[in-house]
């Protein structure tokens, strides 16, 4: 029988600096980015497509879906997790029609029912059609945040009740909150990260992260966009510029992300992102989430939003 072994290798001496997890029987990174980091009581993976280890897509939306999860689970069982332990969900897909498919093979696997945002995007990296991203917790861990469900809404203010009702019935309110990503089908205002389609006909998602105290050592930025002049590698240099500085606000660096968001106008700009996106980490490198969430934009403006978490 032949046994499967995972790679977690970590690249610094210090014991606080998260770990690389590279599950050897996992989908091969197609960016430069991390699979996985277990940042201790945190684990964060990339988002996972549909493609297996040797880079091949399945056939139909049900197989596709299966090894979506698949990729996802070997990361998490790299790190001594398993699915149980998720407590945050991003399900990306190209087409929503294809929801209540995915949905029934999700809700099989993932049986926590984790907080979760979906959203239906244009494009993703090689035309995978369900992408998800999670971050999972050890359970000896101490809960430090929460991690809400995602709010919809018809409207901002309907998506804005719903986020005030959830944190109200977990005894928080506005102030708690340290982080919002505020999803627009179409949006292009500041803050907001366009989405192609949402669940049940809304135009508005709220997937915020609170808590009582902010934790130590945790820095998160909301989502920046770059300047809309440019080449494309003009406008990633743009927009890390504006993360960095968010970051350094909050006394961290670049070198402390732990994972990144990005969404780019066209995915077919997606290696020219990749060169510059790269620089950025010449050594150990945060996990991310790429996706197109609309065609591409006429006339151009901003063609790289990024949004990060930090750790240390």
Request: aromatic fraction near 6%; charge should be positive; proline fraction near 7%.
């Amino acid at each position: 029988m032949r046994l499967l072994v995972s790679l977690a290798l970590t690249m610094s001496a210090l014991a606080a600096d998260p770990k690389l997890i590279v599950p050897v029987n996992g989908a091969p990174p197609v960016g430069p980015y991390s699979p996985g980091l277990d940042a201790g009581t945190y684990v964060y993976a990339s988002g996972q497509g549909v493609r297996d280890s040797k880079s091949q897509m399945p056939e139909g939306i049900e197989a596709q879906t299966k090894q979506c999860i698949e990729n996802v689970r070997v990361i998490l069982d790299a790190a001594g997790l398993s699915l149980a332990n998720v407590v945050s969900v991003q399900l990306y897909l190209s087409d929503l029609k294809n929801l209540p498919v995915v949905e029934k093979l999700y809700a099989a696997a993932f049986t926590s029912n984790p907080p979760r945002v979906t959203l239906g995007v244009a494009r993703m990296p090689t035309d995978t059609t369900v992408e998800i991203t999670v971050v999972a917790k050890r359970d000896a861990g101490v809960a430090d945040r929460l991690y809400l469900p995602a709010v919809y809404g018809k409207t901002e203010k309907e998506a804005g009740a719903k986020l005030t009702a959830a944190l109200k019935k977990a005894g928080l309110s506005a102030k708690n909150v340290l982080f919002a990503n505020r999803y627009v089908v179409g949006g292009t205002a500041a803050g907001q990260v366009p989405v192609h389609a949402l669940p049940a006909g809304a135009s508005h998602a709220i997937f915020a992260i609170a808590a009582k105290a902010a934790p130590a050592g945790l820095a998160l930025c909301e989502v920046v966009a770059s300047d809309p002049k440019g080449t494309v590698e003009e406008q990633t240099t743009s927009a890390f510029g504006k993360l960095k500085a968010c970051l350094e606000a909050k006394g961290m660096t670049l070198n402390n992300l732990v994972a990144t968001n990005v969404y780019v106008d066209d995915i077919n700009d997606f290696a020219k992102m990749n060169g510059v996106y790269a620089t950025y980490f010449p050594t150990q490198k945060p996990t991310r989430t790429t996706v197109q969430p609309l065609p591409p934009a006429v006339p151009k403006g901003s063609l790289v939003r990024l949004s990060g978490v930090a750790a240390r």
